[in-house]
T-cell receptor, first 113, second 113 residues
């Protein structure tokens, strides 16, 4: 069965600092991997996705993620965070024929001024 | 133009009542979903529909009955509401059901008192 683990429930970084959010997945076949962001009271917005090809993917809002098959990881990074990046971040995995996404527990990001 | 829209955004109701949440997508997608987000922000698939056909029913109680009158609409009816049903319910759609990215609505916060 598919599963996703986000080891960090809550991360606090200072504005302007770099950010890395961790995501590990478990799936037997080639996964499709996603990062979503949820601002308070809002729905989920897709930041980026990986289906195949280049393992470093660029997304919106200056985010990027790297797929590492050997580590079953898909970590999200941003070189310099802004106060508006404070939100809940979800990693998700899908697959061909799965008809659903499986989400991690989410990581809440707080930005210190 | 809202891509995936749900109504209502907030729903407060008493135990034992029956309520419905409506969802519409104007993206031309074939697949629609209902996800439940609990108080700890954990997101879990409830139902998946592909071209009005139920594909996934993820061990959801019979009190929850989805209905898809056409592929642009997926409604969720809940009978005999219980306290534990309090959550945020998200509708989503995707162009195909093969685990590709989902586009989410803004969510319906259901509170059962």
């Amino acid at each position: 069965a598919q599963s996703v683990t986000q080891p960090d429930i809550h991360i606090t970084v200072s504005e302007g600092a770099s950010l890395e959010l961790r995501c590990n997945y478990s799936y037997g076949a080639t996964p499709y991997l996603f990062w979503y962001v949820q601002s308070p009271g809002q729905g989920l917005q897709l930041l980026l996705k990986y289906f195949s090809g280049d393992t470093l993917v660029q997304g919106i809002k200056g985010f990027e993620a790297e797929f590492k098959r050997s580590q079953s990881s898909f970590n999200l990074r941003k070189p310099s965070v802004h106060w508006s990046d404070a939100a809940e971040y979800f990693c998700a995995v899908g697959a061909w024929g799965a008809q659903k996404l499986v989400f991690g527990q989410g990581t809440r990001l707080t930005i210190n001024p | 133009d809202t891509a995936v829209s749900q109504t209502p955004k907030y729903l407060v109701t008493q135990m034992g009542n029956d309520k419905s949440i409506k969802c519409e997508q104007n993206l031309g997608h074939d697949t629609m979903y209902w996800y439940k987000q609990d108080s700890k922000k954990f997101l879990k698939i409830m139902f998946s529909y592909n071209n009005k056909e139920l594909i996934i029913n993820e061990t959801v109680p019979n009190r929850f009955s989805p209905k898809s009158p056409d592929k642009a609409h997926l409604n969720l009816h809940i009978n005999s509401l219980e306290l534990g049903d309090s959550a945020v319910y998200f509708c989503a759609s995707s162009p195909r059901g093969e685990g590709t990215e989902a586009f989410f609505g803004q969510g319906t916060r259901l509170t059962v008192v």
